[in-house]
């Protein structure tokens, strides 16, 4: 099976040339995100607006109620999934996204050990986590497997307690040759230039009611416990609507989260190998992906 995949940080221009490739070779595409699993988390995800489509078939978006916890196994396996499928209908699946894990996952077909949730030790590192902080689980988590410890993003506790999980439940991940033929495309920018445009599209989010969106999700029963609530721009709309901090200072943190989450995409995709690297901004990007798609396609 051959998938397309389209990684790069957020902010990059993945969407709009994932669409215009999909329509030129008669693909349909496959979201690689975390956040825009979850129904309701609309504006805070970038997630795609149906006038942008194009018409294209969008798979693995709102596909979650954002009160239940995804997995990266669950994640993968549907992408698996979706991948046969769309070969099946002679369509080409294209990969889109900048998740670092699931890309991950998929491309070396890692396997998790099938290790599935522990809730009695759940509930006892979420009680840490409530009481000593994240820094506390990550600690942990170098003692007892170092090196899934340095795979694993420290600040971000659902990965942690699931890497420890993994680390004490059925074995670490462990991968093995993929059934996937990828051709893999990073879109790079200067790194002033992506940083100015995760600013304005912060900026844009705010505009269309971000804070609307956090508080409609509030209301419903949301709260920082629920693994959707922990992303970025959702968390610090939170600590606003909380009175935790102000309005100004939340913005700053969003952009400032942003920032950083696009700066771990970029080491993380510094870190893999047969990665076709394309400058967004130059003229030719475009018609350069094409021609080596097609080299690809045709063997």
Same mark, same amino acid.
């Given at each position: 099976?051959?998938?397309?995949?389209?990684?790069?940080?957020?902010?990059?221009?993945?969407?709009?040339?994932?669409?215009?490739?999909?329509?030129?070779?008669?693909? %349909?595409?496959?979201? @690689?995100?975390? !956040?825009?699993?979850?129904?309701?988390?609309?504006?805070?995800?970038?997630?795609?607006?149906?006038?942008?489509?194009?018409?294209?078939?969008?798979?693995?978006?709102? &596909?979650?109620?954002?009160? +239940?916890?995804?997995?990266?196994?669950?994640?993968?396996?549907?992408?698996? %999934?979706?991948?046969?499928?769309?070969?099946?209908?002679?369509? =080409?699946?294209?990969? !889109?996204?900048?998740?670092?894990?699931?890309?991950?996952?998929?491309?070396?077909?890692?396997?998790?050990?099938?290790?599935?949730?522990?809730? *009695?030790?759940?509930? $006892? =590192?979420?009680?840490?986590?409530?009481?000593?902080?994240?820094?506390?689980?990550?600690?942990?988590?170098?003692?007892?497997?170092?090196?899934?410890?340095? $795979?694993?993003?420290?600040? *971000?506790?659902?990965?942690?307690?699931?890497? &420890?999980?993994?680390?004490?439940?059925?074995?670490?991940?462990?991968?093995?040759?993929?059934? &996937?033929?990828?051709?893999?495309?990073?879109?790079?920018?200067?790194?002033?230039?992506?940083?100015?445009?995760? *600013?304005?599209?912060?900026?844009?989010?705010?505009? %269309?009611?971000? #804070?609307?969106? #956090?508080?409609? =999700?509030? +209301?419903?029963?949301?709260?920082? %416990?629920?693994?959707?609530?922990?992303?970025?721009?959702?968390?610090?709309?939170?600590?606003?609507?909380?009175?935790?901090?102000?309005?100004?200072?939340?913005?700053?943190?969003?952009?400032?989260?942003?920032?950083?989450?696009?700066?771990?995409?970029?080491?993380?995709?510094?870190?893999?190998?047969?990665?076709?690297?394309?400058?967004?901004?130059? +003229?030719?990007?475009?018609?350069?992906? @094409?021609?080596?798609?097609?080299?690809? =396609? *045709?063997?």
């Amino acid at each position: 099976m051959k998938a397309l995949f389209i990684l790069g940080p957020t902010a990059v221009g993945k969407t709009a040339i994932s669409v215009k490739l999909a329509k030129h070779f008669g693909g %349909e595409i496959i979201s @690689c995100d975390s !956040v825009q699993v979850y129904r309701g988390l609309d504006i805070g995800s970038a997630k795609i607006k149906k006038e942008e489509t194009g018409g294209v078939p969008h798979h693995l978006i709102d &596909i979650v109620s954002p009160k +239940e916890d995804f997995t990266a196994f669950q994640f993968v396996s549907l992408m698996k %999934e979706k991948i046969k499928e769309i070969s099946e209908r002679n369509k =080409l699946p294209i990969v !889109v996204g900048g998740t670092s894990l699931y890309v991950k996952s998929l491309i070396l077909n890692y396997n998790f050990g099938g290790a599935g949730k522990d809730e *009695n030790l759940r509930k $006892k =590192l979420e009680v840490i986590l409530k009481n000593e902080g994240v820094e506390k689980l990550y600690s942990y988590l170098k003692t007892v497997n170092l090196d899934l410890a340095t $795979k694993t993003e420290k600040d *971000n506790p659902v990965r942690v307690i699931r890497a &420890i999980e993994i680390a004490l439940g059925s074995g670490e991940k462990t991968s093995s040759k993929s059934e &996937i033929d990828s051709l893999i495309f990073a879109l790079t920018m200067e790194r002033e230039k992506l940083y100015e445009r995760i *600013n304005l599209r912060v900026d844009m989010m705010l505009d %269309e009611g971000l #804070v609307d969106e #956090v508080k409609r =999700l509030k +209301e419903e029963g949301l709260t920082r %416990e629920n693994s959707s609530m922990k992303a970025i721009g959702y968390k610090e709309v939170l600590s606003f609507l909380d009175g935790e901090i102000s309005y100004e200072r939340m913005v700053e943190l969003i952009k400032q989260h942003s920032r950083n989450y696009a700066k771990r995409q970029l080491t993380f995709l510094r870190g893999m190998e047969n990665i076709n690297y394309i400058d967004a901004e130059e +003229e030719n990007s475009f018609q350069k992906i @094409c021609e080596k798609v097609k080299e690809w =396609l *045709n063997g």
